[in-house]
């Protein structure tokens, strides 16, 4: 997927799965992120555990940011009543797993982690698989108050995983 910058110089970005591309330089400042893209992804992608979608500046090979996509369940107990109402009572719901998403520091405040964001949830609603929702693990305060700025709801016994249903997704890319 190509997007353009809005700024005054325009800039095109590249989503596209990882291959080749330089991971050498990334880094996000959280060292679990930085030492998966370096050191697993590869393995994870091999091995069919994740898909890993990288940014890259349109020419370039450095990745800018990177996220994976899996499948998961959840379990059908632990969705918010109101929501459990409009499902078939299976123990376990599918759903997708958006388990990592980063963006090197040199790049912040760019609104590249929306943009990669935006990229995963459309990944996941043209996917062929059912799933009905994208859930997450934020890592901390920040991460989840980003994730609930673009309206992913809190399980309600886990404060730091989120979840987004797949007809909130569609309405987005109406």
Known sequence: MTFSNN????INYLIQPLAKQDRAAFSC???PLDLYLKQQAGQDIRKRMAAIFVLVEEGSNAIIGYYTLSSTSII???LPTEITKKLPKYPNVPATLLGRLAVDQRYRKKRLGEMLLMDAL???LQNEIATVAVVVDAKDDKARSFYE???FIQFPNFPYRLFLLMDTIAKLFK
Do not use: P
């Not at 700024?7 to 325009?10: A, E, K, Q, R």
């Open 29 to 31: 400042g959280v060292e």
């Open 122 to 124: 459309y990944r996941s």
């Open 7 to 10: 700024s005054d110089t325009s």
């Open 149 to 151: 700025y673009y309206d």
């Open 76 to 78: 059908f107990n632990e």
